[in-house]
């Protein structure tokens, strides 16, 4: 059995980011008519963001996040990893993430130039923390991607922290996608954004 993520804070510089996911044994937020609604939304909000991947819109997915925002890949073999002290796939910061996309949509990805095609399936979306603030979200994801008559699946959960704006949208702070593969065999390689 895979261990519970961990909920300690993770310093990133200019900004603590709590883990998106509520410690071990504590149940969601109850599910009253308002919660089920922020989890529509939410739900409407991540569906919005794989389209923008699915699509190329790398610029429209890049403005999801707040300045001081964080995506996270740990390794495979350390789905639970803490990025001060583990080794993590991918860790990136605002800047690191700009510098991502600048190179994705560049000639200069050789593994996706031409771009591969992804299809992001998004599943059983949970609300583990609700502050006036922030919501901390789970959701299973695949994605699928086809490239040179080959299809290879990332399978995995998303851990998000959402940053509640006053239009009723979302802003990411924290996006953490941890991979339930026990290796990169298929793929190589992550090229793509999870």
Known sequence: MRPAARTDTV????????????????DAPAPTQENLLLRLAVEHFLFGEAAHLDNWRL???LALFTEDARYVVPATDLPDGDPRRDLMLIDDDIKRLRGRVARLKSRYAHREYPWS???????????????????????????????????????????????????????????????????????GAVSIIL
Do not use: K, M
Not at 140 to 147: H, L, P, T
Not at 169 to 183: N, P, V
């Open 59 to 61: 610029d429209e997915w």
């Open 117 to 187: 095609r992804t299809r992001r399936l998004i599943t059983n979306v949970r609300l583990t923390r609700i502050e006036p603030q922030e919501v901390a979200v789970e959701a299973s994801f695949a994605v699928y991607r086809s490239r040179a008559e080959t299809i290879a699946p990332y399978l995995g959960i998303y851990r998000y922290a959402l940053v509640r704006e006053d239009n009723n949208g979302f802003r990411i702070r924290l996006r953490r996608a941890e991979l339930d593969l026990e290796r990169l065999s298929d793929h």
């Open 11 to 26: 310093e990133t510089g200019t900004a603590d980011i709590r883990a998106a996911n509520a410690p071990a044994g504590v």
